[in-house]
């Protein structure tokens, strides 16, 4: 029973709780890890890293609804549950690697997925394996609100951004091409020029638009030389990224514009956002 006095929170206020969930990671997850998932993926796993509670000790079986997750991120709803249950099904297929001490180890995401088409909901706990990265970790680490990726849609922004977030206390970074194509899974572009057009440029115009941080970067050749201007004739061997946190203002136009974004992709889908469930599973209509 509700106690007396105690306000219901609308759907924006949850939205707006939810869009702030920190997610906190040990930087090697982040800077050490390959995995290749889509970017809606990438925010499933990021969303249920946000339900790790402060002094847990052990992953809980968290659950969770496809309508809330569509409605969080701005994802068509037509097929939402089925789609939800395809995106645990192509994440439990992607066993990611780390390097740790010169060994290479295969981990997961998650274990003992149930999902209940009644309710629309999936039910999961994160694999043990990954504790040591997402549990009392006291040095290392890097935290950021989840509405951060929400509103990406190329799979290498949420990486990316992760990555530079997790050196932006140093404000620049060189990292070899190499290194970094390999870390975003981007082997698909083996060309420099390819591989910046695809993947740097998309992603670092998402991360400049809808994160908390600003990046660019510039090219170093193979001979130390530091590159401003064009690139041709020259081998770009490693990359120079400069990182930089945004004030208050800036970071509270950017999330308004990430959250406009995303509600803007809500309010096309108006009319399939009306489904809701009740706690017997029963579905009624809050439109």
């Known amino acids: 029973m509700r106690a007396m006095g105690t306000r219901i929170k609308t759907q924006k ?32 796993v990021n969303y249920v890293i946000t339900m790790i509670k402060p002094g847990e000790e052990d992953f809980k ?7 809330d997750f569509a409605r969080l991120c ?67 680490f890097t935290e950021y609100e989840l509405y951060n990726i929400l509103a990406m849609t190329s799979k290498y922004s949420p990486r990316l951004y992760e990555l530079a977030k997790s050196y932006a206390y140093k404000g620049q970074v060189d990292i070899s091409v190499d290194a970094l194509r390999e870390n975003l899974m981007a082997d698909v572009y083996p060309a420099f020029g390819n591989f910046k057009q695809r993947v740097l440029a998309p992603a670092i115009k998402e991360i400049n638009e809808y994160t908390d941080i600003e990046v660019t970067y510039d090219c170093i050749t193979d001979k130390g030389e530091l590159v401003k201007g064009r ?55 809050i439109a």
């Open 61 to 67: 079986k968290y659950e969770i609804r496809a309508l």
């Open 13 to 44: 206020e949850k939205l707006d709780e939810q869009r702030n969930y920190l997610v906190v990671k040990d930087n090697a997850l982040i800077q050490k890890a390959k995995y290749n998932l889509t970017a809606n993926e990438q925010k499933l």
């Open 74 to 140: 701005g994802i068509d709803p037509k097929n939402v549950y089925r789609d939800f249950r395809n995106m645990i099904d192509s994440i439990d297929e992607k066993a990611f690697w780390v390097n740790i001490d010169n060994r290479v180890v295969k981990l997961r995401w998650f274990n003992e997925p149930e999902y209940n088409e009644h309710k629309g909901t999936i039910s999961l706990i994160l694999d043990s394996r990954i504790k040591t990265y997402l549990i009392g970790i006291q040095n290392n």
């Open 231 to 285: 690139l041709q004739g020259k081998r770009i061997t490693h990359l120079r990224f400069y990182i930089k946190n945004k004030d208050t203002l800036d970071r509270f136009a950017t999330y308004n514009k990430t959250v406009g974004k995303i509600e803007k992709r809500n309010r096309q889908f108006k009319g399939q956002l009306s489904l809701e469930f009740d706690s017997n599973g029963k579905l009624i209509d």
